[in-house]
């Protein structure tokens, strides 16, 4: 009956795809674990607590919060938008990927200026309707949906491979704390530097992708070429 | 103060006690500050959380490990029950922030980008490590923060965090908690068992295959629970250490290129909702799922990148 100490696992996977509270799920888990496993409540309540303070680096978030909200109160994300907002007369494929690649540089270091809600909706999305605008367009509602999708796809992917270059991300640390017990001792540094590949190549792909699919999309419902439209772009700036 | 004193012990390993009772302090106010907030409706509830927390961040390594466990499921408690909130806190007025921004301006970014040089710095320093460089700079952030603005006094700092963190709640614990779920599947054998079941149909021996299902595993996993956190807890015990590591696979390679490969799926699910479904709500848009079909090409191209480069790399 060796196999009932899965039960854990069991109740992890099925309770994150119920969407059931995550934090029940996972005290459940490790409850049904240690009492399958032999572990008995003592058992349990010893390796909680020493894995627990073993792991405590998972949250150095804690201490980044003390100037995260005090950088925003002095102007982080204004800051920001003035940095993107000089990509004058550049398309709206070419906004979101530059955005892909100012979130990354960013990312690694920790630095967010607030996602879909905070920075995307406010600032990326009326630059890429402005930029349409601006080569002599009507916005397109289909087409306007598009670069919605694609502007928090490169939210997202910027995002998640750019935290990874951070050297104190909560992911790596975590990444280092399983393999501890299982007996591998890995650095948090050399963790970041295997990643700086993965990172550039996941903005870069994106960031082209974006591009390519605006082109076509804009030569679709606007007859544009992509130089035509840097061309008006050029021209309204010349005015 | 034998800890301190004690010259086999790493300096940076010292400094990470001192900022651990820092963060117990942060997390300590946080509980506190809610339990004085009458607009709070769970005001027991969130300060037994935040405050057992900080106790077991500041004091756990002087603390018996049963006791820990013990004040940790205490803590988690009110977690589970809803009963942790957040009150009414000051968030900054708009023309404040304006008023900030046109006397700092893009200066601002040095102490946004402090903390990151300081983790990079104190990783390249042996003795101190990335944890307490990261930690020095946020210090040396809130310096720079406090000499571009002398408005922002300790107080603004610390009611601020509190601010962020009683907003991110209990849920900003999952890492940790999943950490120690890792801990408990090694303790109980989890591990031996998966890699006993699996070893019947995965060629043991063949590091190929391992890296291929270990990675393909992280993603779909993560697609099914929609937390990449989550499936590495579950997919390194029971994968990725038996049928990868064990043969001698770079560890730190396979390790963090998983927990990305995870991310590859989270892309591709509605169930990592605030990633996915939330932003198609705030951005008005039609297609619930227009979000994640931008990011399916994305998605695929970065999982062979990683496959391969795993496969390069061990």
Known sequence: ?239 | MAFFMDPDILLGDKLMEVFYMFMGFMSVYAGVRNLRDKSNPSRWGTFVFWTLLGVVLAFGRWIPAMIDGVLIVVMVLPAIFRRVAKGSSAEPGEAEVEANFRRIGSKVFVPALAIGVFAIAGALIPSVGALAGCCIGVFVSALILWALNHANRPMVFLDDSERLLSAMGPLSMLPMLLASLGAIFDAAGVGDVIAGIVGGIIPQGNLTVGIIVFALGMMLFTMIMGNAFAAITVMTVGIGAPFVLSQGANPAVVGILALTCGYCGTLLTPMAANFNIVPVAMLEMKDRMGVIKNQVLPALVMIVVQIVYMLVAC
């Open chain 1, 1 to 239: 009956m060796e196999y009932l100490v899965l039960l854990g696992i069991a109740v992890v996977i099925v309770g994150f795809a119920l969407r059931l509270d995550a934090i029940l799920i996972v005290f459940l888990a490790a409850v049904v674990t240690a009492l399958l496993g032999d572990l008995g409540i003592d058992g349990f309540l010893t390796t909680l607590g020493e894995s627990f303070v073993s792991n405590r680096s998972v949250t150095l978030f804690i201490i980044i919060l003390l100037v995260t909200g005090t950088l925003e109160r002095n102007g982080l994300k204004q800051a920001a938008a003035e940095l993107i907002g000089r990509a004058k007369g550049a398309t709206p494929g070419i906004i979101i990927a530059l955005y892909g690649v100012m979130r990354l540089v960013f990312a690694a270091f920790n630095v967010s200026f607030g996602g879909v809600a905070g920075f995307v909706r406010p600032i990326i999305m009326p630059m890429a309707v402005g930029a349409i605008e601006a080569a002599g367009h009507k916005p397109d509602e289909d087409y306007v949906e598009q670069l919605k999708g694609m502007a928090s796809g490169m939210e997202n992917v910027a995002w998640f491979f750019g935290q990874v270059l951070f050297v104190g991300t909560s992911g790596a640390i975590l990444v280092k704390t399983t393999l501890a017990p299982l007996g591998y001792d890995v650095d948090l540094l050399q963790l970041a530097l295997i990643e700086i590949p993965v990172a550039l190549i996941a903005v870069g792909v994106t960031a082209a992708y974006y591009i390519v699919k605006d082109n076509g999309l804009r030569r679709r419902y606007y007859g544009d070429s992509p130089a035509a439209a840097a061309s008006v772009a050029v021209a309204k700036e010349g005015e």
